[in-house]
């Protein structure tokens, strides 16, 4: 890794980094040793760059050293900078014109445009960042509510990484004794018995196992929760569906049947992003159109994260929404009762929760709002920062699991020392790929430096 990044670090790269199109602002971005020497020959300075301080420059024509525009620029020394290596960042207007022709001045002046991603790359490379940190960047700029952008901040402050460091070191640590009682048994160093390596593994695995479950958590954040709005035709899915997003989204008639496809939107509730779809109403189907529709929808239903069921309050139940109801049971489910303004009644008929609403009126609204705010809780929405959100961080704390219950396994029937260090290092692996590699010198400097070999 590290052999890389010093030969990656010997080229500069640039890349605009602010969206295409026009704007009030738009940022070049040079990283590399030849980026103070590049943009010298661009801009026209006031004052010569300091680290991490904001300078006034003029944008020049580098053929007639004609001013072209203003801008404010930024110097980031290395290695105090987000990628490690000198960073120069150009803050001129949003003109795809002027950016595109800086760019372009770079690259004729030994930069080469850069990758996509590649400026967080080169910062995990020189080891800035970890690869949780390197994703949070990602996540964050991808956040659709603001609960999301809090959790992906918290986990570029490396909230997931102090998780895990302290089981890692004391998994390092119960290593480094083992190599210790194995290769300087010489030395009198005290050899670990199966009952302590049982202890120790144990208090390894039961951080570890919460922070995996804390999975179906940072799943929500990352993904969001889907919603079907399932019913009759008619009895108010596509209203009720309109007045969660708080617009005229899909279609309303008094006519029974006007969705015919499946209509999707996203709102936050509780900061977490809930995608709701608005079925076609569920009946004996007139034609062929309907029958698609119909079946999307009860596949739609089946496959949603949380179900809610709408029934118009002035009509009695019919077999078909009891069925489902009953169904819907065992599930993350709402019924509701719609139209409450023209009447209606709420039979206590199961024990789904409950809310009677008037889409026309916006009664009931708010308690809508707090039963799927409800729901969600419900399905692991809770308030920390420190969760997996990857499918991949889940595996790599699973691998760990997994070597350690190895490890436990051949302590308990008193397999050799060196077969449960292969155990150890399995699971030492996957933390690494969390938070960075450990070296052999890394374990033996605590050898040394914990149990003072040679003394």
């Known amino acids: 890794m590290k052999s890389d990044f010093s030969s990656w670090s010997q080229e500069t790269i640039v890349a605009i980094s602010t969206p295409p199109g026009r704007g009030g602002i738009g940022v070049v ?11 010298g020959q661009l801009l026209r300075l006031r004052n010569p760059l300091a680290h991490a301080t904001a300078r006034f420059a003029e944008v020049i024509d580098p053929e007639t050293a004609a001013k072209l525009d203003e801008s404010v620029v930024t110097f980031f020394a290395a290695p105090n900078s987000y990628t490690g290596d000198d960073i120069v960042e150009i803050a001129a207007h949003g003109s795809p014109v002027i950016l595109e022709m800086l760019v372009r001045q770079c690259l004729n002046r030994g930069a080469r445009l850069a990758r996509p991603g590649e400026f967080t790359e080169r910062a995990f490379l020189s080891g800035r960042i970890d690869l949780t940190q390197a994703e949070a ?28 460091h302290p089981i890692k070191e004391a998994l390092v640590g119960l290593i480094a004794r083992l190599e210790a009682g194995i290769d300087f048994a010489e030395d009198d160093i005290e050899v670990a018995g199966n009952p302590e390596i049982l202890t120790a593994v144990d208090t390894l695995i039961q951080p570890l196992n919460t922070l995996a479950a804390s999975f179906e958590h940072g799943r929500i954040i990352h993904s969001g929760l889907t919603l079907a709005i399932v019913g009759r035709p008619n009895a108010g899915k596509s209203s009720l569906f309109n007045a969660l997003l708080k617009r005229e989204r899909a279609i309303v008639t008094a006519s029974p049947g006007t969705t015919r496809d499946l209509v999707t939107e996203t709102v936050a509730i509780g900061g977490i992003p809930l995608h709701l779809v608005d079925t076609a109403g569920l009946r004996e189907a007139t034609d062929e159109a309907e029958s698609i529709g119909i079946r999307k929808s009860r596949e739609t239903m089946a496959d949603a994260d949380l179900v809610m069921l709408v029934v118009d309050s002035t009509l009695s139940l019919a077999e078909e929404e009891r069925v489902l109801i009953a169904t819907l049971a065992e599930r993350k489910a709402l019924l509701v009762f719609n139209k409450s303004d023209i009447g209606g009644h709420t039979p206590a008929i199961s024990e789904l929760p409950t809310v009677q609403t008037s889409a026309l009126t916006g009664e009931g609204m708010a308690e809508l709002q707090d039963a799927l ?20 961080q889940h595996e790599e704390v699973s691998g760990a699991l997994k070597g350690l219950l190895a490890a436990r396994a051949a302590a308990a029937t008193n397999i050799p020392h060196e077969m449960v260090l292969l155990d150890l290092y399995s699971a030492l692996r996957h933390l690494d790929s969390l938070t960075g590699e450990t070296t052999p010198d890394d374990v033996l400097n605590l050898i040394f430096s914990t149990f003072c070999i040679g003394k």
Do not use: F, H, N
Not at 29 to 39: F, K, M, S
């Open 373 to 392: 705010l409800a729901l969600v809780s419900s399905s692991g929405a809770v308030e920390t920062d420190a969760v997996l959100t990857s499918l991949r």
């Open 137 to 164: 960047v990602k996540d964050l700029i991808g956040s659709q509510t603001l609960y999301q952008a809090r959790v992906a901040a918290g986990q570029m402050g490396g909230a997931l990484s102090r998780r895990v």
């Open 29 to 39: 971005r040079l990283a590399g040793p030849l980026a103070v020497a590049i943009a």
